[in-house]
């Protein structure tokens, strides 16, 4: 028997319902105090004209960012541009070398549903591994962890530098 199927190693997508309101999840994503409540170890947002956002501050298209994870040492920084920002419902950025990252939250019966896509992910053999798996991996842990907060439970992160190789970080 022949097997036809052609995976598509440029892109995926991760849903996952959350008991809270569209808005209050689309908050979460758009500001440097609100991703590190659930996200980042440390969000810092730069205006289109190279200022720095406040804290709390919402992004905006155009804005550039540098995010540091916990359990990730400082030299671990990402780069990108925020691409999309509605300040309702739906936002992208460029996610460094590995691709454009969209999330679009919406209801779906009683809840609310993220929705997440990450496409335009390179296919040589270390892309697949480091962005198509391990990005897929992390995403899926951080949505779980937005979950968790979001519905009154716990922060799952890692944020002890030592414990390295772990799923939360």
Not at 15 to 38: C, F, G, M
Not at 96 to 124: F, M, N
């Amino acid at each position: 028997m022949e097997n036809n199927f052609t995976y598509d190693w440029t892109q995926f997508v991760i849903r996952i319902p959350v008991n809270a309101p569209v808005q209050v999840i689309y908050d979460a994503w758009t500001s440097q105090n609100k991703l590190e409540n659930w996200f980042l170890r440390n969000a810092v947002f730069t205006s289109a004209n190279a200022q720095l956002r406040n804290t709390n501050e919402p992004i905006q298209v155009g804005d550039t960012y540098q995010w540091q994870w916990f359990g990730w040492s400082d030299d671990v920084t990402e780069k990108g541009e925020i691409l999309e920002a509605n300040g309702k419902n739906q936002m992208s950025f460029v996610f460094g070398k590995a691709g454009i990252v969209s999330v679009i939250i919406y209801p779906e019966g009683d809840q609310s549903i993220v929705e997440l896509s990450q496409k335009d992910i390179p296919t040589d053999e270390k892309s697949r591994v480091n962005f198509h798996l391990g990005c897929s991996n992390g995403w899926t842990f951080y949505l779980a962890n937005l979950k968790s907060l979001l519905e009154g439970g716990l922060d799952l992160r890692n944020k002890n530098e030592d414990l390295k190789g772990v799923l939360n970080s």
